[in-house]
T-cell receptor
Framework: AQKITQTQPGMFVQEKEAVTLDCTYD???????LFWYKQPSSGEMIFLIY??????QNATEGRYSLNFQKARKSANLVISASQLGDSAMYFC?????????????FGPGTSLSVIP | GAGVSQTPSNKVTEKGKYVELRCDPI?????LYWYRQSLGQGPEFLIY????????DSGLPNDRFFAVRPEGSVSTLKIQRTERGDSAVYLC???????????FGAGSRLTVL
């Protein structure tokens, strides 16, 4: 079963506008972490933001914020004031840890294109 | 080192050959992950090391894939009898004690002809 779902294979946004990239996840663990990574065409994986399952406040990092809705198991990324350099693939990821397992799994990604 | 280093950056091999991919994590990082990323897809988890031991190898696709980390630092991903379907970018990431953020290397692109 798909653990991380990103339903938007491709998104377009006008420069300087805000955009929301969707992510839903599936876990039976009580303690887990959620990430967003950016992958430009160069291929490097760039960390953007992290949210722990017990964190009460939504995480923010500069222009990035994570809209965490635990009951709905969603962790959407909001990018404010989009810039041309934001054009890239964006991956949502989840870390699960147990007595016999520890892994970080990634979703299929969303391709974001920022239009001048 | 300053970042996660992966070598080689590119490897072209023939079907059936043996391949080794190396990952040198950030100094002091105890946790190390290997992922495989096919074109247009998200990174696929392969194996996770905590120190020298493989804490979770549930993502290794079959027994042709094996990874070691003998001294708790550098790790080597070994692929035997390569197949064309093994062609992908192999990513390595590391993280420190108590940290959550994974720092990735630039990846090793494997092409099996």
């Amino acid at each position: 079963a798909q653990k991380i779902t990103q339903t938007q294979p491709g998104m377009f946004v006008q420069e300087k506008e805000a955009v929301t990239l969707d992510c839903t996840y599936d876990t039976s663990d009580q303690s887990y972490g959620l990430f967003w990574y950016k992958q430009p065409s160069s291929g490097e994986m760039i960390f953007l933001i992290y949210q722990g399952s017990y964190d009460e406040q939504n995480a923010t990092e500069g222009r990035y914020s994570l809209n965490f809705q635990k009951a709905r198991k969603s962790a959407n990324l909001v990018i404010s004031a989009s810039q041309l350099g934001d054009s890239a693939m964006y991956f949502c990821a989840m870390r699960e840890r147990g007595t016999s397992y520890d892994k970080v799994i990634f979703g299929p990604g969303t391709s974001l294109s920022v239009i001048p | 080192g300053a970042g996660v280093s992966q070598t080689p950056s590119n490897k072209v091999t023939e079907k059936g050959k043996y391949v080794e991919l190396r990952c040198d994590p950030i100094s002091g990082h105890t946790a190390l992950y290997w992922y495989r990323q096919s074109l247009g897809q998200g990174p696929e988890f392969l194996i996770y090391f905590q120190g020298t031991g493989a804490a979770d190898d549930s993502g290794l696709p079959n027994d042709r894939f094996f990874a070691v980390r003998p001294e708790g630092s550098v790790s080597t991903l070994k692929i035997q009898r390569t197949e064309r379907g093994d062609s992908a970018v192999y990513l390595c990431a590391s993280t420190g004690v108590g940290a959550n953020v994974l720092t990735f290397g630039a990846g090793s692109r494997l092409t099996v002809l």
